[in-house]
């Protein structure tokens, strides 16, 4: 969807980055030296399932979709983390957002115009898919009740999906039924009258056990600690899975959604970036402007193996939606309180997103190379949106005064009247295809080679109003994939890897003339280590990614932004993760990541050196948990992101960083659980940035929050 504003302003900053994350620091190394003391008690573990934060029941799952390896998660060359169903459930996670801020090298971006959370991985912008398949930009917020984990592959995947970010991509794993699917309800509420009812019935069609089918439903609403706020979501899901004969496999799963929220964008700052002399629950719109989004979707897969050798994989994917509703504003706050508003009408913003997959995977032990195979893929990525929308006129002028209060600047809002001053729309076209082939070789027992090639043509067009059609698509494109990595002992993996991305832009410089499309390239070492049991998974990674042709805003023409592509900037970093159960009952979930985000070449010479702002240098995280014997369960976690530089030169004010500390506890009996879920314990005063920029302010992060929650299975 077209944001109110898409005047992003990735201005730079210097700053050397701190270490302050003790807590996850240490809750790593404490894992780490755990592992040797639990691998004498694995027997005992293996006897049951603890039932809160169960990380470690998703280490052997296929990552293949994303990674297009078929090899155990500790043996891929490159970071991934997995957050599984029960961490989702056990933190009342809601969004994306809330993800990223429990996940080493993911950034929760904000969340423009209300609708959806922009995530970024390494710093950059991380694409999204849908059982391996590529789906663009979300317009909307995923319901966690339909998915059954996600995986989060950090750094280039054009090998796989052609056209790709840099910093990687979150994949959402669908849900699906087998033997051990269970049917629930639950109930939960919680602070600003929020409440939830959510269904699922699963079962078998066929005395067999060869046919499963999965049926969701959920509706939610809430208010919020904002004045006017408040939200609504309906879910439908239904999946079936079924082994068609032996080897042959196959499943289909669609829903529909519908999201319904209060617009709302920030609170603009004053002009040297300090927050506005308001309250969090300040609001800036009309309670009567809201943003509707239905969204239906459809996947399914078929897979073939073929012989012990040889199997084929078939997939495809169907998403559409469609955002509609009033958007009100406000951005350049001065001293004296006086700040402009707008309105956007939106009247149409269509995505439409087609994928379509093709893999084969060939083991090569029948040639007497054991545990090498080689891939085949070819991928199909078809994506349009439609937006459109009116600007209305303001009759009373659009100047207010923040120290008007809510209800004055919300009556402005409603003097909007249409036809408006204006009409915009603004149409896009992206097909990709992309071949691409891997080959994983065992050169010696300790020691596998891996080297991967695609090559990609984009086809990529935009229109703006009722004029031309403009071609973004540029030469077809080849990237590369290398890696090696050594397994010394059982369990630890040491790797170091190459690969490549490229992403044609839709973006025009002054001139009008298109920007080149960005291109990257990334270099990591890591090391990997899963428990014998495989319930502790410990990784490491240092990384180097390099991007060219970045955009930055420059300035707005005839309505119409411009940029310029930034020459080269540089992300270093490090990120540590620990995922996993230590000891019987006492899981955790711990990383910490180092980001060190800098401008290598550009043709503004004053730039070369600086540090990309508004991206922290270091966060952390650590969620942990411990079920006791006879059903009792607590948990407690911590969330840390360093302050944000808001200008390069510091002519504006950092973004303070922020600590947030989280807790639950509940209780299993027979059927039953109930759980109670506090958000921000201490209830901290935090801001997100929206757009890259101080000019339109930003959002305010939630205060404490409190749910609680009944689940009946049956």
């Not at 809330?98 to 922009?118: C, E, K, M």
């Not at 995923?142 to 991509?169: Q, W």
């Not at 699922?200 to 069609?205: F, I, K, N, P, R």
């Not at 059609?469 to 993996?493: C, H, K, M, V, Y």
Request: charged residues 20%; proline residues 5%.
């Amino acid at each position: 969807m077209m944001t109110n504003r898409q005047a992003i302003d990735p201005s730079y900053r210097h700053k050397r980055g701190a270490f302050p994350a003790l807590c996850a620091g240490t809750a790593f190394a404490t894992a780490l030296l755990s592992v040797p003391a639990y691998a004498q008690n694995a027997d005992e573990s293996a006897e049951g399932e603890a039932i809160v934060v169960s990380g470690y029941r998703y280490l052997s799952e296929d990552t293949s979709g994303t990674t297009g390896l078929p090899v155990p998660i500790e043996k891929v060359p490159q970071s991934i983390s997995l957050i599984s169903e029960d961490f989702l459930d056990a933190t009342d996670v809601r969004s994306l957002g809330d993800v990223a801020q429990y996940t080493p090298g993911a950034l929760f971006d904000g969340n423009p115009g209300g609708t959806s959370s922009i995530v970024k991985l390494r710093g950059f912008a991380a694409g999204n898919a849908i059982d391996g398949l590529n789906v663009g930009a979300l317009d909307f917020e995923p319901d966690f009740a339909t998915i059954e984990r996600l995986e989060i592959v950090k750094g280039p995947t054009s090998v796989v999906y052609g056209a790709a970010n840099p910093g990687g991509i979150i994949n959402q794993v669908t849900k699906g039924a087998d033997a051990g699917t269970p049917s629930h309800i639950e109930l939960l509420g919680g602070s600003w009258d929020r409440w939830r009812v959510e269904g699922q019935v699963a079962s078998g069609l066929d005395a067999a056990g060869t046919v499963h089918v999965i049926g969701i439903a959920a509706h939610e609403e809430a208010g919020s600690f904002m004045q006017r706020v408040n939200s609504a979501k309906t879910v439908l899901y239904a999946g079936i899975d079924a082994d068609l004969s032996p080897g042959l496999s196959a499943y289909l799963h669609g829903g529909y959604e519908r999201y319904r929220r209060t617009s709302f964008d920030g609170i603009p700052t004053l002009p040297d970036g300090s927050p506005a002399p308001v309250g969090r629950s300040f609001f800036i719109g009309s309670g009567d402007f809201e943003l509707v989004t239905p969204v239906a979707r459809v996947n399914g897969g078929l897979d073939w193996e073929a012989s012990d050798a040889l199997s084929v994989s078939l997939k495809v994917n169907y998403l559409r939606s469609n955002t509609t509703g009033e958007s009100g504003f406000g951005f350049g706050l001065e001293d004296n309180g006086d700040f402009f508003l707008a309105v956007n009408n939106i009247t149409k913003s269509v995505t439409k997103a087609f994928s379509a997959g093709l893999s084969t995977v060939y083991k090569l032990d029948d040639v007497g190379l054991t545990d090498s195979f080689i891939t085949v893929a070819a991928n199909y990525q078809h994506y349009d949106t439609k937006q459109a929308g009116t600007i209305p006129d303001m009759p009373q002028g659009d100047v207010a005064n923040i120290f008007d209060g809510v209800d004055a600047i919300e009556a402005l809002f409603n003097t909007r009247t249409y036809p408006g001053i204006f009409d915009y729309s603004l149409n896009r076209r992206l097909r990709y295809f992309t071949l691409s082939s891997q080959a994983s070789i065992k050169v010696a027992e300790p020691l596998t080679l891996l080297g991967g090639i695609s090559w990609a043509k984009p086809d990529v067009s935009k229109q703006s109003g009722a004029g031309p059609w403009q071609d973004f698509s540029g030469d077809s494109q080849t990237s590369l994939r290398l890696a090696a990595t050594l397994e010394p002992i059982a369990g630890l993996n040491l790797y170091a890897s190459y690969s490549e991305s490229f992403q044609p832009q839709l973006f025009i410089d002054a001139a009008g003339d298109v920007l080149p499309p960005l291109s990257g390239e990334q270099y990591e070492v890591g090391v990997k280590y899963v428990s014998p049991d495989r319930r502790l998974l410990l990784t490491g990674a240092i990384f180097d990614v390099r991007q060219a042709n970045q955009a930055r805003y420059d300035q707005t023409i005839d309505l119409i932004d411009r940029y310029v592509p930034v020459g080269k900037v540089r992300h270093r970093g490090l990120e540590l993760q620990a995922v996993g159960e230590i000891v019987k009952g006492w899981q955790v979930n711990a990383g910490l990541a180092i980001l060190d985000p800098t401008i290598r070449k550009d043709d503004d010479a004053t730039l070369i050196g600086k540090t990309v702002t508004f991206l922290p240098k270091s966060t952390a995280s650590l969620y942990t948990s411990y079920a006791f014997g006879g059903g009792a369960f607590v948990g407690g976690g911590v969330r840390y992101v360093d302050s944000v530089k808001t200008d390069i030169d510091r002519t504006t004010r950092d973004l303070p960083s922020y600590v947030l500390a989280d807790a639950s506890a509940g209780y299993d009996f027979d059927r039953f659980r109930v759980q109670v879920n506090v958000k921000n314990i201490f209830d901290k005063h935090y801001f997100v940035n929206n757009y890259q920029t101080l000019f339109y302010g930003n959002v305010v992060g939630e205060p404490r929050s409190v749910t609680v929650s009944l689940r009946a299975n049956f």
